[in-house]
Nanobody, 122 residues
């Protein structure tokens, strides 16, 4: 079992930055691929970014490429999502996810966090 706890959400103006954190706990959580998804009101959940277990490979959704960066600190068992040049359309609840497959973490991860709200004002 893997437990994920997100933090770092909040309100920011368009063009600003935020960094989300996701602390993972569990016996084998450090060997899992990790990802971020988001869901805006009335919309389907959308894949944002993923990172493999070593941190050597990353993958991004088209809408955030060049603006968001995913990273992980294996010593702290924490994954980060640095969000720059934020736009009002980035407003959503952001969820951390984990899976032992780098492929599945981008589509159907086994584990989810509770979510953190990000609101970007225009």
């Amino acid at each position: 079992q893997v437990r994920l706890v997100e933090s770092g959400g909040g309100l920011v103006q368009a063009g600003g930055s935020l960094r989300l954190s996701c602390a993972a706990s569990g016996r084998t959580s450090s060997s899992y691929a990790m990802g971020w998804f988001r869901q805006a009101p009335g919309k389907e959940r959308e894949f944002v970014a993923a990172i493999n277990w070593s941190g050597g490979s990353t993958y991004y959704g088209d809408s955030v490429k060049g603006r968001f960066t995913i990273s992980r600190d294996k010593a702290k068992n924490t994954v980060y999502l640095q969000m720059n040049s934020l736009k009002p359309e980035d407003t959503a609840v952001y969820y951390c996810a984990a899976d032992n497959s780098f492929l599945l973490v981008r589509s159907a991860p086994d584990y989810w966090g509770q979510g953190t709200q990000v609101t970007v004002s225009s």
